[in-house]
């Protein structure tokens, strides 16, 4: 009977001790994956108490209400006592240095000011105290980041410890309020009773003020009128003095007129004294005048008769001169045949003479002509003359009757002017004692236009002066009347004020603040927390990525001992190929599930909801991963290898195994519900820590579909196979 092809490899792989050696060393590599791991992080937090951190104070102190304030010496007080770190005191040059060196992995300095700062509080710029983190990330960044915590629970403990200095500091204030709220209160009741007084004597002060300003009222419209009747005065004194001065400036030129007449009126009468003397005399002459021109009118009708002959001569001059001219031309003419014959000087000299001869004689008719023309323009002058001469005698004679008319007028006028100058004298004695009166009335005019003007002055200062009082007193008494609702008010408030005096002054006293109190005011606010589906340690929480990557590792390394695809004979069809092989490494991977979860459970401690689903997910798990390998191996070989670790890659990024898959890129984070582990990670977790068993099926039911899909492929490449390789050697093989 022959032995099936699944029994042949079990028998095959005791004989090959080589084989067997290699695949029981495969089963732990998952624990020694997964194992090893959770082992070296299960619980890291549990021994930070020897993590060496540096702690350099500085603080030089400060006092506060008269106290000695060491928050940097107390702080170190405090951090000697805790088991947090590994805390180690020292100076500030030694602790960079070892920082340097690596010899700490994070150093809190505490400054000088430290202590100064917290008193700083009530100062119009307040300080903060400040302490100083210095982690050295390249020796260990997780180390920085469990400093930063170490810092902040350091940082609370400082302020709950200054906030509770504060508060007492302010409760000793409260209570020192209280009593000065009594005593306030005391005061109030007196400011009440004196606003009570001012209230009264503003409502009195109120009716005067009213009374002030209706009589203030008359007064100003008295003024108004005394202000108008200046005015008026004013004016009138101004045109009275302008017209007193306009008449003085006239009298003193009448004065000057009259003492101009005067003087005229003397010239006058001496001039009409020589007027008359000159007038007499004039007459005695007439008679020769009258004479001497008749005598004048007869020589001038001689020279009339002489200029007649003297034109005749002229003209007959010029009529000799014009013949004497055309003679020199003829003789020139007739001595030209002559002159030829002549010497050239000669010639010339006898040509000059007859030039010359020639141009005199033209010289000489024209100035004859000229002779006759003015003789004759002075014939008709003289006859002219004669003439004027007839008529001035005429006019001579009809004078020398009116200048013995005029020598009559003028002994009239000598008489009349000897009375003129008698008068003026008399009207310039009159004008000059009529303008010293004037002279006086006009500098009483002045004095009384300038005290008008000052009168006008005092009034416009007296009228605005009224009206000022007047808009004064209206606002004094308006004032008054808000003064008397301000009091009134004022008074309210001041009872009010006496009440909540009092009141606060009770509810201070009631105040008894003690450490609680002061406690309560350092940390108002606790923080509860309350985890649902509490995690043991950072290994419980890590076992579910490191277990699927365990596992997986173990399904890798599998394939590399163990032939995947090579059956150990001929097999019958392609089911039993692959059969054959699936039992192998089904019950291998098995094992290492097994294995991988004794180990957890009870060698690390660790708790589970749920042991026997614990043990068959972990199962699964390595079933799917088992199949996963498999797949890809039997059908790629080494590049299926290659490919399982690029998958494996890929699901350690995606698997949210560390960080949840918000926190990791975009782009992988589409990988997270197309690979295996990012389903056995999340079933870990519900059957590890929340025991929510709906959602870890929910999980497995996935599994379990990649699990089928991959051996429905595997079963699939095989049966193909088969037929290529052995389907005539089975057939064999079954005869």
């Not at 020199?328 to 014959?341: F, K, N």
């Not at 008709?380 to 008529?391: N, Q």
Request: net charge negative; hydrophobic share 40%.
């Amino acid at each position: 009977m022959k032995r099936s092809l699944l029994k042949q490899e079990v028998i095959e792989l005791f004989k090959n001790k080589k084989l067997l050696v290699s695949i029981i060393a495969i089963l732990f590599i998952p624990i020694l994956y997964s194992g090893t791991f959770l082992w070296a992080f299960w619980d890291p937090y549990g021994h930070l108490e020897d993590l060496p951190v540096a702690i350099v104070n500085n603080d030089k102190g400060a006092e506060m209400d008269e106290e000695k304030l060491q928050l940097g010496d107390e702080l170190v007080d405090k951090l000697k006592e805790s088991k947090d770190f590994d805390f180690q005191f020292v100076d500030r040059k030694t602790g960079y240095r070892n920082l340097e060196d690596q010899k700490y992995y994070l150093l809190v300095e505490i400054p000088e000011n430290f202590s100064k700062n917290a008193t700083t509080l009530m100062d119009e710029d307040p300080q903060k105290l400040e302490l100083k983190y210095v982690p050295n990330e390249s020796s260990n960044f997780l180390s920085a980041q469990i400093g930063e915590t170490a810092v902040a629970k350091i940082q609370k403990s400082l302020s709950e410890k200054v906030t509770e200095t504060y508060a007492e500091t302010m409760f000793d204030i409260i209570t020192k309020m209280a009593d000065g709220y009594g005593s306030t209160d005391e005061a109030a009741g007196k400011l009440k009773d004196g606003i009570m007084d001012l209230g009264e004597g503003a409502k009195t002060l109120e009716e005067k003020l009213a009374l002030l300003a209706e009589k203030q009222v008359e007064f100003t419209g008295g003024t108004k009128k005394i202000h108008d009747g200046t005015v008026e005065l004013q004016k009138g004194a101004a045109t009275l003095a302008d017209g007193l001065g306009k008449l003085a400036n006239a009298q003193n030129e009448l004065i000057e007129g009259a003492q101009k007449a005067k003087e005229g009126a003397g010239s006058l009468q001496a001039g009409i004294d020589q007027a008359h003397t000159g007038v007499s005399t004039v007459e005695e002459k007439m008679n020769e005048v009258v004479s001497g021109t008749d005598q004048l009118h007869q020589g001038s009708e001689q020279l009339k008769d002489s200029l007649q002959k003297f034109q005749t001569g002229a003209n007959s001059a010029a009529q000799g001169a014009k013949e004497l001219e055309e003679g020199v031309a003829a003789l020139q003419s007739q001595l030209e045949p002559v002159m030829g014959a002549l010497p050239e000087e000669q010639q010339a000299a006898l040509t000059q003479a007859l030039a010359q001869l020639s141009a005199g004689a033209t010289k000489l008719g024209e100035g004859n002509e000229t002779l006759a023309s003015s003789a004759g323009q002075i014939e008709s002058g003289a006859a002219t003359l004669s003439e004027k001469i007839a008529t001035l005698n005429n006019g001579q004679k009809a004078l020398q009757t009116g200048i013995s008319e005029l020598s009559d007028g003028t002994e009239q006028l000598k008489n009349g002017a000897a009375q003129l100058t008698e008068g003026q004298t008399k009207l310039q004695t009159g004008l000059v004692t009529f303008g010293e009166k004037l002279s006086e009335a006009s500098a009483g005019s002045q004095k009384l236009a300038s005290g008008s003007t000052t009168l006008v002055d005092g009034v416009n200062q007296l009228q605005t002066g009224s009206t000022a009082l007047a808009d004064g007193s209206s606002q004094l008494a308006e004032g008054s009347n808000q003064i008397v609702t301000g009091t009134n008010k004022l008074a309210e408030g001041s009872t009010e004020f006496k009440d909540e005096i009092n009141k606060a002054a009770t509810e201070a006293s009631d105040i008894q603040a003690d450490e609680k109190t002061y406690n309560m005011v350092a940390e108002p606010v606790t923080v509860k927390k309350e985890s649902i589906n509490k995690v043991a340690n950072y290994g419980t929480g890590i076992a579910p990525y490191f277990l699927s990557l365990g596992l997986f590792v173990g399904a890798l390394m599998l394939s590399i001992v163990y032939p995947y695809k090579d059956p150990i004979g001929i097999p019958r069809s392609g089911f039993s190929w692959f059969t054959s092989k699936l039992g192998v490494i089904t019950a291998i991977g098995i094992i290492q599930a097994l294995i991988a979860s004794g180990v957890t459970l009870w060698l690390l401690d660790m708790e589970v909801k749920s042991v026997p689903l614990f043990i068959l997910y972990s199962i699964l798990t390595s079933l799917v991963f088992i199949t996963l390998i498999q797949l890809l191996v039997t059908t790629l070989g080494d590049p299926g290898r290659f490919l399982a670790v690029i998958i494996l890659i890929l699901q350690l990024t995606t698997s949210a195994g560390t960080f949840p898959i918000e926190l990791v890129p975009k782009p992988l984070q589409d990988f997270n519900g197309w690979l295996p582990m990012a389903y056995t990670v999340r079933g870990y977790k519900e059957v590890i820590s929340s025991g929510n068993f709906s959602l870890m099926w929910h999980n497995g039911y996935v599994l379990i579909g990649f699990m089928v899909s991959f051996m429905i492929l595997t079963l699939l490449y095989l049966t193909i196979n088969h037929k290529k390789k052995y389907s005539g050697a089975s057939e064999l093989a079954e005869e």
